[in-house]
């Protein structure tokens, strides 16, 4: 299939994933990501990746500690990738630090701005105290996120009396509302807007935006449910992990085979089993407007 022209990227979200991009060459990391997930003859394991999204959009333990990050940002910049850095949403308690972090990726953006040519970082947003946060560091462009694009995504969806024929009619969400494409351009300077394929075909609006497979986010919560199963044996008395053990890089939850989910850390995920197989429906996308497509196989 001759595709229209887009960016390919991977998602590196999870300390497994750091440590290996660290560790490998760029190389072999992409030839290791593709084969061991059973992709390696696919078609988009044969274009080449230009950026990686490190940290993750739903946990905001699995993001990368400080001095980490920057040596997987030293890495990238060594081998010439676009970075877009995943934040989920923002507790409380965590402002201060994530303030203090901004203006340092602010810093670090400038130095390198004349050293390599790079402009600017993408910053998702995933929760609306980042774009405030963002004020006054034009280096850190906000994109956003997966939890703010919101939309009725569920692998049972076909299931549920009522729902199951009509599910064409979810395809739609406020961001095909011209009036607050523009609210965020103009109040927040949000221009790209970060979309999942989903089991049903999504129409996407005017402009450039990412395309996240074959997983898709459905739920997710704050207290580990997967902790709480963990520590507690009763996934009802969740609480915040202040020192999370990462149950999750050995345990996930399962489900009826059929319907194709999984739980992994505080999240339920769906799994959308065509849009890898089914070229016509990512071309589909890629026409749409579509000009990325970030590939997070690895969950």
């Not at 890629?286 to 196989?297: A, K, T, Y």
Request: hydrophobic share 35%.
């Amino acid at each position: 299939t001759d595709f229209p022209e887009f960016e390919l990227a991977i998602t590196i979200d999870r300390p497994e994933l750091y440590y290996d991009f660290l560790q490998k060459d760029w190389t072999r990391f992409c030839h290791d990501y593709w084969k061991n997930n059973f992709l390696e003859h696919h078609t988009l394991s044969q274009k080449r990746v230009t950026r990686i999204y490190i940290g993750n959009q739903f946990c905001h333990n699995l993001f990368p500690k400080k001095k980490l990050l920057f040596q997987v940002l030293e890495k990238a910049l060594e081998n010439n990738l676009a970075v877009t850095l995943a934040f989920t949403y923002i507790r409380d308690h965590l402002l201060e630090e994530i303030d203090e972090l901004l203006q340092e990726l602010e810093v670090w953006c400038q130095s390198r701005e004349k050293e390599a040519g790079k402009d600017q970082e993408e910053i998702i947003v995933n929760d609306w105290a980042m774009p405030l946060l963002l004020q006054g560091k034009p280096h850190l462009k906000p994109v956003l996120g997966v939890l703010l694009n919101k939309r009725r995504k569920d692998v049972r969806l076909p299931y549920k009396h009522g729902i199951g024929n009509h599910v064409d009619s979810l395809a739609e969400n406020n961001l095909n509302c011209g009036f607050y494409q523009d609210y965020l351009k103009n109040t927040f300077d949000i221009q790209r807007f970060e979309f999942e394929s989903c089991g049903y075909k999504v129409t996407i609006p005017d402009g450039h935006h990412s395309l996240h497979l074959p997983f898709f986010q459905t739920n997710t919560s704050q207290y580990c449910t997967l902790y709480a199963v963990c520590r507690y044996g009763d996934r009802g008395k969740q609480k915040l992990p202040e020192n999370c053990p990462k149950y999750c890089e050995q345990k996930v939850f399962l489900y009826p085979k059929h319907l194709k989910m999984v739980g992994r850390y505080n999240s339920l995920f769906g799994y959308d089993e065509k849009i890898l197989w089914d070229e016509k429906q990512l071309q589909d996308y890629l026409e749409q407007g579509i000009d990325r497509i970030v590939v997070n196989v690895s969950l």
